[in-house]
């Protein structure tokens, strides 16, 4: 974020300062305090009253109805509900090290604007992997610790540099009366997905329950048309041994309970979206095309793209790439060593670099509902 006053940007020392990661976060060099924004779960919460309704709050000064105190939360007497100070702090420290959530200083202002922050010192800071390191060690661990125990949910918050998402132009035509009647139970999962926008996991495991709700029918579809095809076809002979057990085989995904769930999302791809259309999609921006399509990919465990020159169907591609995202989210799985390579964090760069793919899947989402609905 730019400085509003250049001036005063000039004269504070900014030089001193190195930003960490992807955090809304400060370390400065000569003092070694770090200081990181922090966000309540909704941007309607009121985050410094929020917090100053914990025990130990010390209101330091300010107008607090009417009145300047000096005290320390939840020892007014009665109780009474006061409004938020301009100026208070929730300290904890304990062998050497000190956090501390307050309004933040003048500097960090300068390069974030007005927030509450968390302010880390008594730690390591000589670079910055080891200042982010401290950061997340202590202030998610004070964090988690108020939200089980006090029931405050706050969070570190971070500075989200994901895909840039393609523009939809908007038709100049007059809404329509709806003509479709869209399955209630996929149109509710893919409507979560909408509303869970900023939560990149969230909104893609929304997406992809939407189209896994039809995963039966289309699956089944594919048998049904693949076994027709075999019935319909003029050298087919009911009396031949070879030709009943290719017949047999095509049908036995149905007969064992039905197919894999790759397969599944494989047969629902073909069925509701063209190449065409996905080609489309991938090309609609440079961005895209560098994402889906590069050697080197931003999120671990899936493939490259490649829209020419590769015999294997787009759509299957596009499954397959669907299909280890999904993995990535849900399966959290912790070796012996604590350790779970495989997860996706919502924390991580991967998930920061994940917008791409939920519009992608948002699309299929979109004509899995079209490929099922009924005439209104």
Known sequence: MFPRDVDAFLASGFEDYIMLSDYSATVSKSRGIIECQVIGASPSIRLASFLQELPGVEILSGETDGETETEISGEAAGGARREPST????????????????????????????????KLSGVATSNHDTAVE???????????????????????????????????EQPDHRPRFPRNEYASQ???????????????????????????????????????????????????????DAALNR???????????????????????????SEA???????????????FCSKSQSIRGVGTVQLDHNPADLR????????????RIVHAKQDGGGKSED??????????????????????????????????
């Open 87 to 118: 100026d208070w702090r929730l300290v904890v420290e304990q062998d050497g090290v000190r956090i501390d959530i307050s309004p933040a200083s003048a500097d960090f202002e300068m390069f974030f604007g007005r927030a509450v922050t968390l």
């Open 134 to 168: 401290a950061l997340e060690r202590y202030g998610q661990a004070l964090l988690f610790d108020l939200d089980v125990v006090y029931n405050r949910f706050v969070q570190l918050g971070k500075r989200r540099q994901g895909n840039r998402p393609r523009r939809h």
């Open 186 to 240: 996929p149109l509710d999962l893919y409507q979560y997905g909408r509303a869970a926008a900023g939560l990149p996991l969230l909104e893609y495991l929304a997406y992809y329950q939407c189209v896994e709700y039809f995963f039966p029918f289309f699956a089944r579809e594919q048998i049904v048309n693949s076994v027709k095809s075999q019935l319909l076809h003029p050298g087919f002979d009911a009396q031949n």
């Open 247 to 273: 017949l047999i085989n095509l049908a036995a995904p149905a007969a064992r309970g039905g197919m894999a769930e790759r397969e599944q999302l494989r047969a629902t791809l073909r069925s509701i979206v």
């Open 277 to 291: 259309d996905l080609r489309e999609f991938l090309e609609s921006t440079p961005e895209y095309v560098d994402h």
């Open 316 to 327: 299957d591609q596009i499954a397959d790439r669907i299909y280890g995202i999904r993995c």
């Open 343 to 376: 997860v996706l964090l919502p924390s991580s760069k991967e998930a920061n670099s994940l917008q791409a793919d939920v519009e992608l899947m948002r699309l299929v989402a979109q004509r899995a509902l079209i490929a099922r609905a009924a005439r209104a």
